[in-house]
């Protein structure tokens, strides 16, 4: 059923990506990786994924702008972001905010650090 959806994880730790893309291949998801935000663009005009999984703070490009450009793609718009955010624990040390986050336009948002089982849901129902 879901081996036809493809999952695009987008994180710059190496490590948190590798956990969800084995995570997502165990529920038979095919899984794309990007590790900053102009690579994650890439892959999505190579691939064209499903859904992606975004981090926000990361080098380049990041998970806001990422998701603004994809939301105001006619071709794009409709493949779901889901936000990865560690944000609310460093409000006082960034300049990321939850209200950025709250004004995307992204599908849905996960804080870090992330319970697989709960984002392994918010995908599920994201793709029904």
């Not at 793609?73 to 006082?92: G, H, P, W």
Request: glycine share 2%.
């Amino acid at each position: 059923m879901s081996k036809d959806k493809l999952i695009l994880v987008v994180d710059d730790d190496a490590d948190l990506v590798e956990s969800m893309s084995m995570k997502l291949e165990s529920l038979n998801y095919r899984v794309a990786k990007a590790y900053d935000g102009v690579e994650a663009w890439d892959r999505i005009k190579e691939e064209r994924p499903e859904l992606i999984i975004l981090d926000v703070m990361m080098p380049r490009k990041d998970g806001y702008q990422l998701c603004d450009e994809i939301k105001k793609s006619d071709e794009y718009k409709d493949i779901v972001v889901i936000l990865l955010t560690a944000v609310a624990d460093n409000v006082r040390t960034t300049n990321y905010t939850h209200h950025s986050g709250k004004t995307t336009f992204a599908d849905d948002y996960i804080p870090k650090p992330i319970d697989l089982d709960e984002l392994m849901d918010i995908v599920k129902s994201n793709l029904q």
